[in-house]
């Protein structure tokens, strides 16, 4: 019985594959010798493609199901004798098993910033990383150009060639596309498929293709972001002197959260903000009975705390097309003094519905009152 055991072993191999390392992609069948048996049975399971190699080159390409390996259903085989040779090969090949199956949730992303020209903000520098899969569409393509005699080849050993790829290619997307970076959130998807269909010429001469490829993030500057969080912040705020009081809570907030880091001026700093705020609230609540103060009810009959004083205004002047200023109200009536500010000037100030004369200004107009009119057309 050994004997008989001893005989069918020689006579038959089974080969197959089975793998649970999930980033392997092609797995060479260890013979030693590399010796495959006539009569031989090769089982290709679904997902998977087997590459025969005999002599060096590259034989067949097995897809999945049951062979037998004989010379009446190999063609390469059929030119080959002397199978009696005491149970031993007279020929050497080998197989390597092929993982078809797409592999997943491999990373991309640039190194340096994409320098593209935004519509709204001009010049900026971009950065943008994701996610792709990539699948062997081709084996005998992909053994010939990329894995060679490697007996086990895994994806990390493509996937920097790939990566490299793809941000040459989404860069070029990106620097050309014209679309707004605050729109750019909402065309992920276009761009990756964009990016994949530029991309697929060049990973098919490796034997490959590119099913899935997504954009998960494209960000700015960190700098450019804060500007940009400030400009959110002023149009939620509303006008200057809302953004005023905004901006004087931050500061009040960051220096309780940083105690060390001005000392008392910071702490001291927060709690003049502070008391200045709570006394125009307190400003703002006069005149409705007993209101309270800063640091508790206000008696009856004590005077109110005075409001802040206003805000000076700033003008800007519309001369030959171009805007001029911020000039303040004493500069003003310095330039209507010399004749450099008239009547018909157009001016401005944040919060004016546009242009308007100086003379149709009435915080203006009072500057000319001191001066002559122009006189009357001579006769």
């Known amino acids: 019985m050994p004997i008989f055991d001893f005989l069918r072993g020689q006579f038959i191999d089974v080969i197959h594959w089975t793998d649970d390392s999930r980033n392997t992609m092609v797995w060479r069948f260890e013979r030693e010798g590399h010796e495959i048996k006539y009569g031989a049975k090769l089982t290709v399971r679904e997902g998977q493609a087997a590459v025969f190699i005999h002599e060096g080159q590259l034989a067949d390409v097995f897809t999945p199901g049951l062979y037998m390996l004989e010379t009446n259903n190999m063609p390469i085989l059929t030119s080959l004798q002397h199978w009696d040779h005491g149970f031993k090969s007279p020929f050497k090949s080998e197989i390597y098993f092929v993982n078809?199956?797409?592999f997943n949730d491999l990373k991309w992303g640039t190194k340096n910033?994409?320098?593209a020209r935004d519509p709204e903000f001009g010049p900026v520098r971009l950065r943008a990383f994701g996610t792709y899969s990539v699948r062997v569409s081709d084996p005998a393509r992909f053994m010939s150009e990329i894995v060679g005699t490697d007996g086990q080849f895994t994806s990390d050993e493509i996937s920097f060639q790939i990566r490299n790829v793809i941000v040459q290619e989404a860069s070029r997307v990106l620097a050309s596309s014209g679309i707004p970076?605050?729109?750019?959130?909402?065309?992920?998807?276009?761009l990756g498929k964009l990016?994949?269909?530029?991309?697929?010429?060049?990973?098919?001469?490796?034997?490959?293709?590119?099913?899935?490829?997504?954009f998960e993030n494209i960000s700015l500057p960190p700098a450019v972001e804060a500007a940009l969080d400030k400009r959110t912040s002023m149009g939620i705020a509303g006008d200057l002197g809302r953004?005023?009081?905004?901006?004087?809570?931050?500061?009040?907030?960051?220096?309780?959260?940083n105690p060390s880091g001005g000392g008392g001026m910071g702490a001291g700093l927060g709690m003049g903000m502070g008391m200045a705020m709570a006394n125009q609230l307190g400003g703002q609540m006069a005149g409705q009975g007993a209101q309270p103060g800063p640091w508790g009810p206000r008696p009856e009959g004590a005077a109110p705390t005075p409001p802040p004083p206003p805000v000076e205004h700033v003008w800007h002047i519309a001369e030959n097309g171009q805007t001029k200023g911020p000039f303040s109200?004493?500069?003003?009536?310095?330039?209507?003094?010399?004749?450099?500010?008239v009547r018909d000037t157009f001016v401005w100030t944040p919060g004016q519905d546009g242009w308007m004369r100086a003379e149709d200004v009435t915080e203006l107009a009072q500057l000319f009152t001191v001066l002559p009119p122009p006189p009357p057309p001579a006769v």
Request: charged share 15%; glycine share 6%.
């Open 243 to 257: 953004y005023t009081q905004y901006s004087a809570a931050e500061a009040m907030t960051s220096a309780a959260d």
């Open 100 to 102: 078809t199956t797409r």
């Open 195 to 214: 990016v994949a269909a530029q991309i697929s010429e060049t990973v098919t001469g490796y034997g490959l293709t590119i099913p899935e490829l997504y």
């Open 113 to 115: 910033p994409i320098m």
């Open 181 to 190: 970076v605050l729109d750019m959130a909402a065309n992920t998807a276009e």
């Open 329 to 341: 109200k004493a500069s003003m009536g310095r330039m209507a003094s010399d004749g450099s500010l």
